[in-house]
């Protein structure tokens, strides 16, 4: 009986000692100001980004270049990081990549993850409208630039695009960063699926002007024939696959990942502000 007291107040001793140096490594940590936190976080993520853009998804149709698996982590950048931080991580991570990965649009290549990112973190602070805003000019531009097939049979090819900015545009898109803000599994996953569904449209829809502008209209690498007879069309069957890949890579990472890490407290984040 005597032997069993003692270990129960070694142990108690013991659990004592191992509370005063978690709080004292807390503590040490929170000593940490915000600058070098917020400089650790974008030079891990970056580092992420920048690793996983060589890794391919699917080939670029019409092009020797191949979608990368970096592609899921834009609206996780953003629902983590926020609009500012993420961007940066992105816009670092991807020229960082480049020196493994050659770029496709002359240095642009980073305005695709970065607009989508930013569209996320904007969302993720309640700021709806420019998101909105944002998200009809992309498609708008897509459509009336001239090398566009706008239609094939009685289907358009921007449909699903469509799709995503009805689903930005109704109760969803708003509700989709406080769903994520829960931390429930049920709503955090519904939420994470809604957000980078919405920013992985507005990728796309970037990559897209991308291909048309810079290699169609400036460089003419791509002629006009080839784009409606080639591009578009094979685009047309592929794109909602890929995207759909994109999605479900997001939510099956994401979800965990973000758990984890908001529940770290991330110190730079503020509380988002209502519209």
Same mark, same amino acid.
């Given at each position: 009986?005597?032997?069993?007291?003692?270990?129960?107040?070694?142990?108690?001793?013991?659990?004592?000692?191992?509370?005063?140096?978690?709080?004292?490594?807390?503590?040490?940590?929170?000593?940490?100001?915000?600058?070098?936190?917020?400089?650790?976080?974008?030079?891990?993520?970056?580092?992420?980004?920048?690793?996983?853009?060589?890794?391919?998804?699917?080939?670029?149709?019409?092009?020797?270049? %191949?979608?990368?698996?970096?592609?899921?982590?834009?609206? &996780?950048?953003?629902?983590? @990081? /926020?609009?500012?931080? $993420?961007? +940066? !991580?992105?816009?670092?991570?991807?020229?960082?990549?480049?020196?493994?990965?050659?770029p496709?649009?002359?240095?642009?290549?980073?305005?695709?993850?970065?607009?989508?990112?930013?569209?996320?973190?904007?969302?993720?602070?309640?700021?709806?409208?420019?998101?909105?805003?944002?998200?009809?000019?992309?498609?708008?531009?897509?459509?009336l630039?001239?090398?566009?097939?706008?239609?094939?049979?009685?289907?358009?090819?921007?449909?699903l695009?469509?799709?995503?900015?009805?689903?930005?545009?109704?109760?969803?898109?708003?509700?989709?960063?406080?769903?994520?803000?829960?931390?429930?599994?049920?709503?955090?996953?519904?939420?994470?699926?809604?957000?980078?569904?919405?920013? %992985?449209?507005?990728?796309?829809?970037?990559?897209?002007? &991308?291909?048309?502008?810079? @290699? /169609?209209?400036?460089? $003419?690498? +791509? !002629?006009?024939?080839?784009?409606?007879t080639?591009?578009?069309?094979?685009?047309?069957?592929?794109?909602?696959?890929?995207?759909?890949?994109?999605?479900?890579?997001?939510v099956?990472?994401?979800?965990?990942?973000?758990?984890?890490?908001?529940?770290?407290?991330?110190?730079?984040?503020?509380?988002?502000?209502?519209?």
């Amino acid at each position: 009986m005597e032997n069993f007291i003692r270990l129960c107040k070694k142990l108690h001793s013991s659990e004592q000692k191992f509370r005063m140096l978690r709080c004292s490594r807390l503590s040490d940590f929170s000593k940490i100001s915000n600058k070098t936190k917020i400089t650790a976080f974008v030079i891990v993520f970056s580092a992420l980004y920048a690793a996983l853009r060589p890794v391919p998804l699917g080939p670029m149709i019409g092009l020797s270049q %191949t979608f990368s698996v970096s592609d899921f982590l834009a609206p &996780l950048y953003g629902i983590i @990081l /926020g609009p500012y931080i $993420g961007g +940066l !991580s992105i816009i670092i991570g991807t020229f960082l990549g480049m020196t493994v990965k050659a770029p496709v649009f002359f240095g642009l290549d980073f305005l695709t993850g970065f607009v989508n990112c930013v569209a996320i973190g904007f969302l993720m602070k309640r700021k709806w409208a420019p998101v909105v805003v944002l998200n009809i000019f992309l498609l708008l531009a897509f459509v009336l630039n001239p090398l566009t097939t706008l239609f094939f049979g009685p289907v358009p090819f921007f449909w699903l695009h469509v799709v995503a900015l009805v689903v930005l545009i109704s109760p969803l898109g708003r509700k989709a960063g406080q769903w994520v803000e829960t931390l429930k599994p049920k709503f955090l996953t519904a939420g994470v699926a809604i957000l980078a569904f919405v920013g %992985t449209m507005m990728q796309h829809l970037t990559g897209n002007i &991308l291909t048309e502008v810079v @290699l /169609g209209q400036i460089v $003419g690498s +791509l !002629s006009p024939e080839t784009f409606s007879t080639f591009i578009w069309p094979s685009a047309f069957l592929a794109y909602p696959v890929e995207r759909t890949v994109l999605v479900i890579l997001s939510v099956v990472i994401g979800v965990p990942l973000i758990s984890t890490i908001k529940k770290s407290l991330l110190p730079f984040q503020q509380p988002p502000k209502k519209e």
